[in-house]
């Protein structure tokens, strides 16, 4: 081994940050947009890259390249993101607690229904949203 061995975490949108300001505007990974549940961060660039396009666009009509008026894509963004990247920040700091976590997998385990559910939840909002939910364990608790 001739340099020594570096990692670095995946930039979780877990938090809202400034992604643009004088000149500039930051998108995908560079603006910190993964899922921090899912850990996907190609849809969020690919959207930002469309709003951010959309900003630069208007910029040079009016040749305000200004903090102030690049903002607008800070506001776009995260009213396109922030609600799915906040439930996703959520479910992450369950998985913090491992005995919920295993009691959901081994339920999973013995129940089809169950597996599929678990399943969905990268791709469905509404069932993220339930297991964000502590009535969800409750219920899984009491075999429900
Ligand atoms: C192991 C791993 C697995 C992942 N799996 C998934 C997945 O399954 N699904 C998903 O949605 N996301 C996944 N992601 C996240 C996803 O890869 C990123 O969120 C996404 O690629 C971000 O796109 P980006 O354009 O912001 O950055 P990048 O794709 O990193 O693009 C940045 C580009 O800029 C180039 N560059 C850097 N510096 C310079 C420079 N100075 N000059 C010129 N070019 C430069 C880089 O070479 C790179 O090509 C994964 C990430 C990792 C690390």
């Given at each position: 081994m001739i340099t020594p061995l570096e990692g670095y975490g995946l930039p979780l949108g877990s938090k809202k940050r400034p992604i643009s300001g004088e000149r500039f505007m930051l998108l995908g990974d560079?603006?910190?947009?993964?899922?921090?549940?899912?850990?996907?961060?190609?849809?969020?660039?690919?959207?930002?890259?469309?709003?951010?396009?959309?900003?630069?666009?208007a910029a040079l009509q009016s040749a305000d390249f200004s903090a102030a008026n690049l903002a607008a894509y800070d506001e776009r963004v995260y009213r396109a993101l922030w609600p799915e990247l906040q439930l996703s920040h959520r479910l992450q700091k369950l998985v913090k607690y491992p005995r919920l976590?295993?009691?959901l997998m081994k339920?999973?385990?013995?129940?089809?229904?169950?597996?599929?559910?678990?399943?969905?939840?990268?791709y469905e909002m509404d069932i993220r949203k339930k297991l964000a939910q502590p009535s969800f364990y409750f219920k899984l608790l009491l075999n429900r």
């Open positions: 560079a603006a910190y947009l993964i899922d921090p549940f899912t850990g996907e961060g190609i849809g969020n660039a690919i959207y930002c890259g469309v709003y951010a396009a959309d900003q630069a666009a976590f295993n009691m339920a999973a385990t013995r129940n089809k229904q169950l597996q599929e559910l678990v399943s969905c939840m990268f």
